[in-house]
Protein backbone atom coordinates (compact mmCIF):
# COMPACT_ATOMS: atom_id res chain seq x y z
CA UNK A 1 0.00 0.00 0.00
CA UNK A 2 2.91 2.68 0.52
CA UNK A 3 6.44 2.20 0.64
CA UNK A 4 8.48 3.32 3.58
CA UNK A 5 12.72 4.23 3.72
CA UNK A 6 14.16 5.30 6.97
CA UNK A 7 17.06 7.95 5.34
CA UNK A 8 17.03 7.05 2.04
CA UNK A 9 18.47 3.66 3.25
CA UNK A 10 16.34 0.47 3.23
CA UNK A 11 13.33 -0.71 1.69
CA UNK A 12 9.95 -1.26 3.26
CA UNK A 13 6.62 -1.62 2.23
CA UNK A 14 3.13 -0.81 4.70
CA UNK A 15 0.62 -3.96 4.36
CA UNK A 16 -3.03 -3.66 5.33
CA UNK A 17 -1.79 -0.52 7.58
CA UNK A 18 1.22 -2.46 9.60
CA UNK A 19 4.50 -1.60 8.43
CA UNK A 20 6.11 -4.26 7.09
CA UNK A 21 10.11 -4.35 6.99
CA UNK A 22 10.62 -8.15 6.58
CA UNK A 23 10.63 -9.71 3.24
CA UNK A 24 11.26 -13.08 2.13
CA UNK A 25 13.67 -13.46 -0.59
CA UNK A 26 12.85 -17.10 -2.30
CA UNK A 27 10.73 -17.54 0.86
CA UNK A 28 13.43 -17.04 3.30
CA UNK A 29 13.60 -14.34 5.80
CA UNK A 30 15.70 -12.05 5.18
CA UNK A 31 16.63 -10.89 9.16
CA UNK A 32 18.66 -7.61 7.37
CA UNK A 33 15.94 -5.20 6.60
CA UNK A 34 14.42 -5.77 10.56
CA UNK A 35 16.78 -2.52 11.42
CA UNK A 36 15.82 -0.72 8.77
CA UNK A 37 18.83 -0.92 6.41
CA UNK A 38 19.83 -3.27 3.20
CA UNK A 39 17.62 -1.76 0.50
CA UNK A 40 17.94 -4.16 -2.58
CA UNK A 41 18.02 -4.06 -6.48
CA UNK A 42 14.80 -4.60 -7.92
CA UNK A 43 17.00 -6.17 -11.41
CA UNK A 44 17.90 -9.46 -9.51
CA UNK A 45 14.21 -10.29 -9.36
CA UNK A 46 11.81 -11.85 -11.83
CA UNK A 47 9.07 -11.50 -9.74
CA UNK A 48 7.48 -10.11 -6.78
CA UNK A 49 4.68 -12.00 -4.19
CA UNK A 50 2.26 -10.03 -2.06
CA UNK A 51 1.43 -11.73 0.45
CA UNK A 52 -1.66 -10.32 2.78
CA UNK A 53 -3.08 -11.29 6.01
CA UNK A 54 -0.57 -13.16 8.59
CA UNK A 55 1.46 -15.96 7.16
CA UNK A 56 3.72 -16.80 9.81
CA UNK A 57 2.88 -20.50 9.90
CA UNK A 58 4.77 -21.08 6.68
CA UNK A 59 7.18 -17.77 6.49
CA UNK A 60 8.01 -17.32 10.16
CA UNK A 61 8.05 -13.90 11.94
CA UNK A 62 6.53 -11.24 9.58
CA UNK A 63 4.16 -8.59 10.66
CA UNK A 64 0.66 -9.45 10.17
CA UNK A 65 0.04 -7.19 7.64
CA UNK A 66 1.44 -9.18 5.48
CA UNK A 67 4.86 -9.76 3.51
CA UNK A 68 7.04 -9.58 0.12
CA UNK A 69 8.13 -12.48 -1.72
CA UNK A 70 10.95 -11.65 -3.58
CA UNK A 71 11.73 -14.46 -6.11
CA UNK A 72 15.20 -14.43 -7.97
CA UNK A 73 16.16 -14.89 -11.55
CA UNK A 74 17.49 -18.34 -12.09
CA UNK A 75 19.44 -19.56 -14.70
CA UNK A 76 17.83 -20.29 -18.01
CA UNK A 77 17.82 -22.94 -20.56
CA UNK A 78 17.79 -21.18 -23.07
CA UNK A 79 20.08 -18.61 -24.20
CA UNK A 80 19.43 -14.81 -23.66
CA UNK A 81 20.93 -11.66 -23.25
CA UNK A 82 19.69 -8.25 -22.44
CA UNK A 83 21.56 -4.69 -22.20
CA UNK A 84 20.32 -1.92 -21.14
CA UNK A 85 21.25 1.75 -20.99
CA UNK A 86 18.99 4.92 -19.55
CA UNK A 87 19.20 8.77 -18.58
CA UNK A 88 16.50 10.33 -16.88
CA UNK A 89 16.16 13.52 -15.00
CA UNK A 90 18.17 15.13 -11.83
CA UNK A 91 21.46 13.48 -14.07
CA UNK A 92 19.93 9.72 -13.57
CA UNK A 93 22.22 7.51 -15.50
CA UNK A 94 21.49 3.52 -15.37
CA UNK A 95 23.35 1.07 -17.03
CA UNK A 96 21.95 -2.74 -16.80
CA UNK A 97 23.39 -6.31 -17.87
CA UNK A 98 21.58 -9.40 -18.00
CA UNK A 99 22.64 -13.05 -19.79
CA UNK A 100 22.20 -16.82 -19.46
CA UNK A 101 21.99 -19.94 -20.72
CA UNK A 102 23.56 -23.54 -20.64
CA UNK A 103 26.99 -23.91 -20.45
CA UNK A 104 27.51 -27.53 -21.79
CA UNK A 105 25.15 -29.01 -24.87
CA UNK A 106 22.93 -31.52 -22.75
CA UNK A 107 22.01 -28.24 -20.73
CA UNK A 108 22.22 -29.72 -17.67
CA UNK A 109 24.79 -26.83 -16.59
CA UNK A 110 23.57 -23.25 -16.69
CA UNK A 111 23.88 -19.87 -15.83
CA UNK A 112 23.28 -16.55 -15.27
CA UNK A 113 24.65 -13.07 -14.69
CA UNK A 114 23.21 -10.13 -13.51
CA UNK A 115 24.99 -6.30 -13.75
CA UNK A 116 23.86 -2.81 -12.40
CA UNK A 117 25.57 0.25 -12.50
CA UNK A 118 23.71 3.23 -11.04
CA UNK A 119 24.10 7.32 -10.37
CA UNK A 120 21.52 9.93 -9.59
CA UNK A 121 21.30 12.79 -8.11
CA UNK A 122 17.90 14.10 -6.99
CA UNK A 123 15.65 17.05 -6.75
CA UNK A 124 17.14 17.60 -2.94
CA UNK A 125 19.56 20.27 -3.37
CA UNK A 126 23.40 17.89 -3.03
CA UNK A 127 21.75 14.85 -2.26
CA UNK A 128 23.36 12.16 -4.41
CA UNK A 129 23.24 8.07 -4.85
CA UNK A 130 25.70 6.02 -6.33
CA UNK A 131 25.44 1.90 -7.05
CA UNK A 132 27.28 -0.91 -8.30
CA UNK A 133 25.34 -4.36 -7.93
CA UNK A 134 26.27 -8.07 -9.84
CA UNK A 135 24.64 -11.60 -8.99
CA UNK A 136 26.48 -14.42 -10.72
CA UNK A 137 23.95 -17.66 -10.25
CA UNK A 138 24.67 -20.84 -11.56
CA UNK A 139 22.18 -24.26 -11.25
CA UNK A 140 23.57 -28.02 -12.06
CA UNK A 141 20.54 -30.44 -13.67
CA UNK A 142 22.12 -33.57 -11.37
CA UNK A 143 18.58 -35.54 -12.94
CA UNK A 144 15.89 -34.75 -14.63
CA UNK A 145 14.29 -34.49 -11.15
CA UNK A 146 17.17 -32.78 -8.99
CA UNK A 147 18.83 -29.50 -9.24
CA UNK A 148 20.70 -27.43 -7.29
CA UNK A 149 21.47 -23.88 -7.56
CA UNK A 150 23.94 -21.75 -6.71
CA UNK A 151 24.10 -18.37 -5.85
CA UNK A 152 25.85 -15.23 -4.65
CA UNK A 153 25.20 -11.55 -4.95
CA UNK A 154 27.21 -8.45 -4.13
CA UNK A 155 25.91 -4.54 -3.95
CA UNK A 156 27.36 -1.36 -2.71
CA UNK A 157 25.66 1.73 -2.63
CA UNK A 158 26.97 5.10 -1.69
CA UNK A 159 24.38 8.48 -0.78
CA UNK A 160 23.77 11.24 1.16
CA UNK A 161 21.95 10.75 4.02
CA UNK A 162 18.43 12.98 3.77
CA UNK A 163 16.17 13.50 6.47
CA UNK A 164 14.03 15.63 5.03
CA UNK A 165 11.90 18.96 5.65
CA UNK A 166 11.41 19.79 9.31
CA UNK A 167 7.79 20.88 10.22
CA UNK A 168 7.41 23.90 12.25
CA UNK A 169 4.83 24.60 15.16
CA UNK A 170 1.66 26.41 14.14
CA UNK A 171 1.42 30.07 15.60
CA UNK A 172 -2.46 30.09 14.93
CA UNK A 173 -2.53 26.46 17.10
CA UNK A 174 -0.20 28.27 20.16
CA UNK A 175 -2.21 31.23 20.09
CA UNK A 176 -5.95 29.08 20.60
CA UNK A 177 -4.37 26.62 23.22
CA UNK A 178 -3.06 30.04 25.56
CA UNK A 179 -6.52 31.99 24.55
CA UNK A 180 -8.24 28.36 25.85
CA UNK A 181 -6.40 28.14 28.87
CA UNK A 182 -6.88 32.00 30.32
CA UNK A 183 -10.79 31.76 29.06
CA UNK A 184 -12.21 28.51 29.43
CA UNK A 185 -13.50 27.24 33.16
CA UNK A 186 -10.71 24.94 34.94
CA UNK A 187 -13.25 22.24 35.50
CA UNK A 188 -13.25 21.96 31.65
CA UNK A 189 -10.25 22.38 31.41
CA UNK A 190 -9.77 19.39 33.05
CA UNK A 191 -12.09 17.48 31.12
CA UNK A 192 -11.06 18.84 28.07
CA UNK A 193 -7.33 19.86 27.97
CA UNK A 194 -6.29 22.26 25.81
CA UNK A 195 -4.02 20.02 23.92
CA UNK A 196 -6.71 17.86 22.96
CA UNK A 197 -9.39 20.61 21.74
CA UNK A 198 -6.31 21.63 19.44
CA UNK A 199 -4.42 18.74 18.66
CA UNK A 200 -2.50 20.27 15.25
CA UNK A 201 0.77 21.42 16.78
CA UNK A 202 2.76 21.28 13.68
CA UNK A 203 3.22 22.00 10.18
CA UNK A 204 4.92 22.69 7.20
CA UNK A 205 5.77 26.06 5.83
CA UNK A 206 6.16 27.13 2.37
CA UNK A 207 8.61 29.67 2.87
CA UNK A 208 10.70 26.60 3.42
CA UNK A 209 12.31 25.17 0.41
CA UNK A 210 11.35 21.31 -0.46
CA UNK A 211 14.81 20.99 -2.51
CA UNK A 212 16.25 22.27 0.40
CA UNK A 213 18.77 19.98 2.13
CA UNK A 214 19.99 20.77 6.06
CA UNK A 215 23.08 18.52 6.40
CA UNK A 216 26.36 18.50 5.66
CA UNK A 217 26.53 18.29 1.67
CA UNK A 218 30.62 17.42 2.35
CA UNK A 219 30.54 15.22 5.36
CA UNK A 220 26.69 13.74 5.43
CA UNK A 221 27.73 10.39 3.35
CA UNK A 222 26.37 6.80 4.32
CA UNK A 223 28.19 3.48 2.68
CA UNK A 224 26.73 0.18 2.48
CA UNK A 225 27.85 -3.10 0.75
CA UNK A 226 26.00 -6.26 0.99
CA UNK A 227 26.82 -9.71 0.16
CA UNK A 228 24.95 -13.26 0.39
CA UNK A 229 25.52 -16.54 -0.77
CA UNK A 230 23.98 -20.12 -0.82
CA UNK A 231 22.40 -22.83 -2.44
CA UNK A 232 18.69 -24.39 -3.26
CA UNK A 233 18.05 -27.89 -3.43
CA UNK A 234 15.23 -29.55 -5.31
CA UNK A 235 14.29 -32.96 -5.74
CA UNK A 236 10.85 -34.48 -6.78
CA UNK A 237 9.31 -38.07 -6.46
CA UNK A 238 6.32 -39.43 -6.93
CA UNK A 239 4.22 -37.41 -5.02
CA UNK A 240 6.42 -34.97 -2.83
CA UNK A 241 8.91 -32.18 -3.53
CA UNK A 242 11.48 -31.99 -1.03
CA UNK A 243 13.54 -28.26 -1.08
CA UNK A 244 16.35 -26.87 1.16
CA UNK A 245 17.42 -23.45 0.91
CA UNK A 246 20.33 -22.06 2.77
CA UNK A 247 21.28 -18.62 2.94
CA UNK A 248 24.18 -16.68 4.30
CA UNK A 249 23.80 -13.25 4.20
CA UNK A 250 26.19 -10.02 5.55
CA UNK A 251 25.73 -6.39 5.32
CA UNK A 252 28.23 -3.49 6.64
CA UNK A 253 27.69 -0.22 6.79
CA UNK A 254 28.70 3.32 7.89
CA UNK A 255 27.63 7.08 8.48
CA UNK A 256 30.42 9.82 8.70
CA UNK A 257 28.80 13.52 9.05
CA UNK A 258 26.77 16.26 10.58
CA UNK A 259 23.08 14.85 11.45
CA UNK A 260 20.41 17.60 11.14
CA UNK A 261 18.04 16.60 13.45
CA UNK A 262 14.83 17.81 10.86
CA UNK A 263 11.67 16.06 12.67
CA UNK A 264 10.55 19.56 14.54
CA UNK A 265 11.93 23.03 14.14
CA UNK A 266 13.30 24.67 17.60
CA UNK A 267 11.04 27.03 19.84
CA UNK A 268 12.22 29.98 17.79
CA UNK A 269 10.47 28.34 14.75
CA UNK A 270 13.52 29.32 12.95
CA UNK A 271 16.55 26.87 14.08
CA UNK A 272 17.34 23.39 13.63
CA UNK A 273 19.57 21.48 16.12
CA UNK A 274 22.11 19.77 14.18
CA UNK A 275 24.69 16.96 15.62
CA UNK A 276 27.58 14.87 14.46
CA UNK A 277 28.40 11.18 14.58
CA UNK A 278 30.41 8.11 13.06
CA UNK A 279 28.23 5.10 13.07
CA UNK A 280 28.83 1.70 11.67
CA UNK A 281 27.30 -1.01 11.62
CA UNK A 282 27.62 -5.05 10.72
CA UNK A 283 24.73 -7.55 10.30
CA UNK A 284 25.35 -10.73 9.35
CA UNK A 285 22.35 -13.71 9.07
CA UNK A 286 22.45 -17.03 8.41
CA UNK A 287 19.31 -19.39 7.67
CA UNK A 288 18.20 -22.56 6.45
CA UNK A 289 14.77 -24.36 5.25
CA UNK A 290 14.06 -28.03 4.99
CA UNK A 291 10.22 -28.45 3.34
CA UNK A 292 8.49 -31.31 2.19
CA UNK A 293 4.93 -30.41 -0.02
CA UNK A 294 3.09 -33.19 -1.49
CA UNK A 295 0.05 -33.60 -3.91
CA UNK A 296 -1.70 -36.80 -3.48
CA UNK A 297 -4.90 -37.86 -4.79
CA UNK A 298 -7.56 -40.57 -3.94
CA UNK A 299 -10.52 -40.64 -5.56
CA UNK A 300 -12.54 -37.47 -5.50
CA UNK A 301 -10.27 -35.97 -2.79
CA UNK A 302 -6.61 -34.00 -3.04
CA UNK A 303 -4.32 -34.39 -0.22
CA UNK A 304 -1.61 -31.76 0.02
CA UNK A 305 0.06 -31.87 3.36
CA UNK A 306 3.19 -29.54 3.80
CA UNK A 307 6.26 -29.62 6.97
CA UNK A 308 9.75 -27.67 7.25
CA UNK A 309 12.05 -26.44 10.03
CA UNK A 310 13.83 -23.49 9.94
CA UNK A 311 16.73 -22.21 11.66
CA UNK A 312 17.82 -18.86 11.46
CA UNK A 313 21.24 -17.47 13.42
CA UNK A 314 21.71 -13.18 13.09
CA UNK A 315 23.87 -11.04 14.84
CA UNK A 316 24.44 -7.26 14.43
CA UNK A 317 26.52 -4.50 16.17
CA UNK A 318 26.17 -1.24 15.99
CA UNK A 319 29.17 1.68 16.91
CA UNK A 320 28.82 5.17 17.46
CA UNK A 321 32.07 6.07 17.58
CA UNK A 322 32.36 10.16 17.72
CA UNK A 323 29.09 11.63 19.16
CA UNK A 324 28.25 15.72 19.40
CA UNK A 325 25.40 16.63 20.86
CA UNK A 326 25.59 20.16 19.46
CA UNK A 327 27.64 21.23 16.23
CA UNK A 328 25.49 24.14 15.73
CA UNK A 329 22.16 25.43 14.67
CA UNK A 330 20.86 25.97 11.08
CA UNK A 331 18.39 28.58 9.78
CA UNK A 332 15.26 27.07 7.60
CA UNK A 333 13.34 29.57 7.19
CA UNK A 334 14.17 32.20 5.39
CA UNK A 335 12.80 35.57 4.79
CA UNK A 336 11.59 37.18 1.35
CA UNK A 337 14.39 39.23 1.30
CA UNK A 338 16.91 36.70 1.69
CA UNK A 339 15.15 34.31 -0.87
CA UNK A 340 15.37 36.96 -3.56
CA UNK A 341 19.01 37.48 -2.68
CA UNK A 342 20.06 33.63 -2.75
CA UNK A 343 17.66 32.88 -6.11
CA UNK A 344 20.27 36.09 -7.95
CA UNK A 345 23.03 34.81 -6.67
CA UNK A 346 25.52 33.12 -9.11
CA UNK A 347 26.64 29.05 -8.50
CA UNK A 348 30.19 29.99 -7.41
CA UNK A 349 28.96 31.89 -4.73
CA UNK A 350 26.48 29.48 -2.80
CA UNK A 351 29.03 27.77 -0.62
CA UNK A 352 29.75 31.04 1.16
CA UNK A 353 26.12 32.31 1.04
CA UNK A 354 24.86 28.67 2.62
CA UNK A 355 27.56 29.58 5.50
CA UNK A 356 26.38 33.07 6.02
CA UNK A 357 22.58 32.54 6.02
CA UNK A 358 22.21 28.44 7.42
CA UNK A 359 25.68 27.37 9.11
CA UNK A 360 26.60 28.58 13.03
CA UNK A 361 29.42 27.61 14.87
CA UNK A 362 30.58 24.38 16.37
CA UNK A 363 29.69 23.68 20.14
CA UNK A 364 32.82 21.27 20.88
CA UNK A 365 32.02 20.98 24.18
CA UNK A 366 29.45 19.06 23.94
CA UNK A 367 31.54 15.85 22.63
CA UNK A 368 30.31 12.52 24.43
CA UNK A 369 33.19 11.27 25.77
CA UNK A 370 31.62 7.45 25.10
CA UNK A 371 31.33 5.85 22.21
CA UNK A 372 28.21 3.19 21.93
CA UNK A 373 28.80 -0.31 21.32
CA UNK A 374 25.98 -2.94 21.23
CA UNK A 375 26.36 -6.47 20.35
CA UNK A 376 23.10 -8.60 19.14
CA UNK A 377 22.82 -12.36 18.73
CA UNK A 378 19.01 -13.48 17.69
CA UNK A 379 18.31 -17.48 17.41
CA UNK A 380 14.83 -18.41 15.82
CA UNK A 381 14.13 -22.40 15.97
CA UNK A 382 11.00 -23.37 14.45
CA UNK A 383 8.65 -26.84 12.68
CA UNK A 384 5.60 -26.41 10.97
CA UNK A 385 3.31 -28.26 9.28
CA UNK A 386 0.33 -27.56 7.42
CA UNK A 387 -2.42 -30.06 5.57
CA UNK A 388 -5.23 -28.59 2.78
CA UNK A 389 -8.00 -30.94 1.74
CA UNK A 390 -9.94 -30.59 -1.52
CA UNK A 391 -13.25 -32.56 -1.97
CA UNK A 392 -14.21 -32.40 -5.88
CA UNK A 393 -12.59 -29.32 -6.44
CA UNK A 394 -15.38 -27.04 -4.61
CA UNK A 395 -14.33 -27.40 -1.13
CA UNK A 396 -10.57 -26.80 0.29
CA UNK A 397 -10.14 -26.93 4.07
CA UNK A 398 -6.61 -25.88 5.21
CA UNK A 399 -5.11 -25.78 8.54
CA UNK A 400 -1.71 -25.65 10.36
CA UNK A 401 0.39 -24.59 13.19
CA UNK A 402 3.37 -23.55 13.72
CA UNK A 403 6.56 -23.64 17.06
CA UNK A 404 8.92 -21.01 17.31
CA UNK A 405 11.76 -21.16 19.49
CA UNK A 406 13.49 -17.75 19.87
CA UNK A 407 16.57 -16.85 21.88
CA UNK A 408 18.49 -13.43 21.94
CA UNK A 409 20.46 -11.36 23.62
CA UNK A 410 22.27 -7.75 23.82
CA UNK A 411 25.30 -7.02 25.16
CA UNK A 412 26.39 -3.16 26.00
CA UNK A 413 29.71 -3.46 25.31
CA UNK A 414 30.55 0.19 27.35
CA UNK A 415 28.72 -0.29 29.84
CA UNK A 416 31.97 -2.10 32.23
CA UNK A 417 33.99 0.90 30.94
CA UNK A 418 31.80 3.89 32.30
CA UNK A 419 31.02 1.80 35.55
CA UNK A 420 35.03 1.70 36.15
CA UNK A 421 35.65 5.36 35.40
CA UNK A 422 32.65 6.47 37.73
CA UNK A 423 32.37 4.01 40.06
CA UNK A 424 29.01 4.71 40.61
CA UNK A 425 26.70 2.38 38.66
CA UNK A 426 23.82 5.06 39.18
CA UNK A 427 25.63 7.64 37.50
CA UNK A 428 27.19 5.35 34.60
CA UNK A 429 23.75 4.03 33.49
CA UNK A 430 22.13 7.99 33.12
CA UNK A 431 25.10 8.21 30.47
CA UNK A 432 23.15 5.32 28.21
CA UNK A 433 20.06 3.66 29.29
CA UNK A 434 20.86 0.20 27.72
CA UNK A 435 21.57 -2.52 30.46
CA UNK A 436 24.94 -4.45 30.43
CA UNK A 437 22.85 -7.29 29.04
CA UNK A 438 19.68 -8.07 27.75
CA UNK A 439 17.84 -11.23 27.71
CA UNK A 440 14.78 -12.34 25.30
CA UNK A 441 13.38 -16.21 25.70
CA UNK A 442 9.88 -16.45 23.30
CA UNK A 443 8.45 -20.06 22.83
CA UNK A 444 5.06 -20.31 20.50
CA UNK A 445 2.55 -22.21 18.81
CA UNK A 446 0.79 -19.56 16.08
CA UNK A 447 -2.30 -21.37 14.71
CA UNK A 448 -3.54 -20.77 10.94
CA UNK A 449 -6.85 -22.38 9.41
CA UNK A 450 -9.43 -21.81 6.32
CA UNK A 451 -11.76 -23.01 3.71
CA UNK A 452 -12.71 -22.15 0.44
CA UNK A 453 -16.38 -22.89 -0.77
CA UNK A 454 -16.50 -22.99 -4.96
CA UNK A 455 -20.04 -23.48 -5.90
CA UNK A 456 -19.58 -23.26 -9.67
CA UNK A 457 -16.37 -22.79 -11.74
CA UNK A 458 -16.05 -19.30 -11.82
CA UNK A 459 -17.12 -18.18 -8.23
CA UNK A 460 -15.27 -18.91 -5.10
CA UNK A 461 -15.84 -17.92 -0.95
CA UNK A 462 -12.78 -17.75 0.92
CA UNK A 463 -12.66 -17.45 4.81
CA UNK A 464 -9.49 -18.19 7.00
CA UNK A 465 -8.35 -17.35 10.67
CA UNK A 466 -4.46 -16.93 11.58
CA UNK A 467 -1.79 -15.64 13.88
CA UNK A 468 1.58 -14.81 13.69
CA UNK A 469 4.81 -14.23 16.00
CA UNK A 470 7.91 -12.14 15.92
CA UNK A 471 10.01 -11.13 18.35
CA UNK A 472 11.57 -7.13 16.99
CA UNK A 473 14.93 -7.02 16.53
CA UNK A 474 14.55 -2.94 16.83
CA UNK A 475 13.61 -3.39 20.03
CA UNK A 476 17.15 -5.24 21.05
CA UNK A 477 18.93 -2.25 20.02
CA UNK A 478 18.30 1.27 21.88
CA UNK A 479 15.82 -0.24 24.19
CA UNK A 480 15.94 0.42 28.10
CA UNK A 481 13.85 -2.93 28.72
CA UNK A 482 13.25 -6.82 28.11
CA UNK A 483 11.44 -6.83 24.75
CA UNK A 484 8.53 -8.86 24.99
CA UNK A 485 7.12 -10.41 21.41
CA UNK A 486 4.40 -9.49 19.13
CA UNK A 487 1.28 -11.41 18.51
CA UNK A 488 -0.59 -10.77 15.34
CA UNK A 489 -4.39 -12.21 15.28
CA UNK A 490 -5.92 -11.62 11.86
CA UNK A 491 -9.69 -12.50 10.36
CA UNK A 492 -10.81 -12.46 6.45
CA UNK A 493 -13.67 -13.31 4.49
CA UNK A 494 -14.21 -12.16 0.80
CA UNK A 495 -15.24 -13.66 -2.79
CA UNK A 496 -13.38 -13.98 -5.81
CA UNK A 497 -15.15 -14.10 -9.32
CA UNK A 498 -13.36 -15.16 -12.70
CA UNK A 499 -15.60 -14.37 -15.82
CA UNK A 500 -14.95 -14.19 -20.05
CA UNK A 501 -12.66 -17.24 -20.02
CA UNK A 502 -10.85 -15.79 -16.74
CA UNK A 503 -10.00 -12.65 -19.00
CA UNK A 504 -11.41 -10.71 -16.00
CA UNK A 505 -10.58 -11.71 -12.50
CA UNK A 506 -12.18 -9.53 -9.11
CA UNK A 507 -11.13 -10.46 -5.20
CA UNK A 508 -13.36 -8.75 -2.43
CA UNK A 509 -12.29 -9.13 0.77
CA UNK A 510 -12.84 -7.85 4.27
CA UNK A 511 -10.28 -8.13 7.05
CA UNK A 512 -9.57 -7.59 10.79
CA UNK A 513 -6.13 -7.56 11.97
CA UNK A 514 -5.16 -7.22 15.29
CA UNK A 515 -1.50 -6.49 16.71
CA UNK A 516 -0.18 -6.71 20.81
CA UNK A 517 3.34 -5.19 22.49
CA UNK A 518 4.09 -2.78 19.78
CA UNK A 519 7.63 -1.24 19.89
CA UNK A 520 6.81 2.71 19.38
CA UNK A 521 8.91 5.71 19.88
CA UNK A 522 8.14 7.05 23.59
CA UNK A 523 6.06 9.99 23.08
CA UNK A 524 7.50 11.59 26.49
CA UNK A 525 10.98 10.95 25.37
CA UNK A 526 12.12 10.58 21.73
CA UNK A 527 15.11 9.15 22.19
CA UNK A 528 13.68 5.85 23.88
CA UNK A 529 11.74 2.95 22.37
CA UNK A 530 8.88 1.53 24.33
CA UNK A 531 6.08 -1.49 24.02
CA UNK A 532 2.76 -0.10 24.11
CA UNK A 533 -0.53 -1.31 23.91
CA UNK A 534 -2.49 -2.88 20.96
CA UNK A 535 -3.09 -1.61 17.48
CA UNK A 536 -6.35 -3.08 15.45
CA UNK A 537 -6.96 -2.13 11.55
CA UNK A 538 -10.50 -3.25 9.73
CA UNK A 539 -10.31 -2.78 6.16
CA UNK A 540 -11.57 -3.95 2.95
CA UNK A 541 -9.97 -4.20 -0.22
CA UNK A 542 -10.89 -4.89 -4.17
CA UNK A 543 -8.88 -5.60 -6.96
CA UNK A 544 -9.44 -6.36 -10.74
CA UNK A 545 -7.38 -8.33 -13.19
CA UNK A 546 -8.56 -7.70 -16.67
CA UNK A 547 -7.69 -8.51 -20.05
CA UNK A 548 -10.52 -7.25 -22.69
CA UNK A 549 -8.48 -8.46 -25.93
CA UNK A 550 -4.67 -9.80 -26.39
CA UNK A 551 -2.20 -7.33 -25.73
CA UNK A 552 -4.31 -5.37 -23.04
CA UNK A 553 -3.31 -5.86 -19.33
CA UNK A 554 -5.47 -3.70 -16.93
CA UNK A 555 -4.71 -4.23 -12.88
CA UNK A 556 -6.49 -2.24 -10.25
CA UNK A 557 -6.84 -2.07 -6.74
CA UNK A 558 -8.98 0.41 -4.04
CA UNK A 559 -8.14 -0.55 -0.13
CA UNK A 560 -9.81 0.89 2.86
CA UNK A 561 -8.32 0.76 6.26
CA UNK A 562 -9.42 1.71 9.42
CA UNK A 563 -6.68 1.94 11.80
CA UNK A 564 -6.60 2.37 15.46
CA UNK A 565 -4.52 1.95 18.70
CA UNK A 566 -6.55 -0.15 20.85
CA UNK A 567 -4.79 -0.21 24.11
CA UNK A 568 -1.89 2.36 25.15
CA UNK A 569 -0.14 2.27 28.57
CA UNK A 570 1.69 5.95 28.07
CA UNK A 571 0.60 8.62 29.83
CA UNK A 572 0.80 12.64 30.13
CA UNK A 573 2.68 13.52 33.11
CA UNK A 574 0.45 16.81 33.00
CA UNK A 575 -3.15 15.35 31.94
CA UNK A 576 -2.74 11.36 33.35
CA UNK A 577 -4.64 11.06 30.09
CA UNK A 578 -3.04 7.94 27.53
CA UNK A 579 -1.15 9.87 25.04
CA UNK A 580 -1.69 7.17 21.78
CA UNK A 581 -4.76 5.17 22.31
CA UNK A 582 -7.81 6.19 19.78
CA UNK A 583 -5.20 7.41 17.77
CA UNK A 584 -3.98 6.66 14.07
CA UNK A 585 -1.20 5.04 13.49
CA UNK A 586 1.18 7.00 11.31
CA UNK A 587 1.88 6.79 8.06
CA UNK A 588 -1.45 4.82 7.45
CA UNK A 589 -3.63 6.12 4.92
CA UNK A 590 -7.35 5.59 5.04
CA UNK A 591 -8.27 4.83 1.40
CA UNK A 592 -5.45 3.79 -1.00
CA UNK A 593 -6.05 3.11 -4.96
CA UNK A 594 -4.10 1.92 -8.17
CA UNK A 595 -3.87 1.59 -11.35
CA UNK A 596 -1.88 0.02 -14.22
CA UNK A 597 -2.87 -0.56 -17.94
CA UNK A 598 -0.03 -2.22 -20.46
CA UNK A 599 -0.97 -2.73 -24.25
CA UNK A 600 1.69 -5.00 -26.06
CA UNK A 601 2.23 -4.96 -29.62
CA UNK A 602 0.92 -8.50 -31.07
CA UNK A 603 1.55 -8.13 -34.86
CA UNK A 604 3.74 -5.92 -37.44
CA UNK A 605 7.43 -4.89 -37.12
CA UNK A 606 6.40 -3.41 -33.22
CA UNK A 607 5.30 -6.74 -31.79
CA UNK A 608 6.91 -7.18 -28.64
CA UNK A 609 7.23 -4.35 -27.73
CA UNK A 610 4.86 -2.45 -24.95
CA UNK A 611 3.38 0.52 -23.82
CA UNK A 612 2.42 1.79 -20.09
CA UNK A 613 0.79 3.57 -17.49
CA UNK A 614 -0.20 3.96 -14.25
Excluded at 150 to 159: E, N, R, T
Excluded at 185 to 192: G, K
Excluded at 536 to 552: S, Y
Aim: charge should be negative; glycine fraction near 10%; hydrophobic fraction near 35%.
Amino acid sequence: EGPTSALNQGNGLILRGFDSPLYLIDGLPNQNALIGIGPREMRQYSSVEILKGPSSVIFGSIEPGGAVNLITKKPLGDPYYEAEVSAGTFNNYAAVGDVTGPLNEDKTLLYRANAVGRKADSFRDTVETQRGFIAPPCSWLITPETTITLFAQHQKDVQTSDRGIPAIRDPDVAFLREEYERLAPLLVQQAFPAKEVYPIEFRTDDRIYSTRYFGNREREIYTQQQNSGGYEWETYFDDWVFRNITRGEELTARTEGTVAFTGFANDDNRSLNRGFQERSTYVGTYSTNFSLTGNIKTGALTHRPHVGIDLTHAFARVRIEENFNDVGTRDILLTDAERSFLENLAEPNFEFVERQFLDQPYNLSTLSPFSIDVGVHFNNAAGYGQYQLSIYAKFHVMAGARYDRVRGRTQDRGFGVRRSLFFIPEIAATLYTLPEITQINGDHISPRGGIVYQPIKNVAFFASASENFTQDLTALVGAAFTPKPTIGTGYEGGIKLEFLGERLVATASGFEIRKTNIVVIDPVDSSRLIQSGEQTNQGGEFDILATPFDGLNLIASVGYVDARITEDETRDAETGRKLLEGKRPANVPEYTASAWVVYEFQTTFLKGFGVGMG
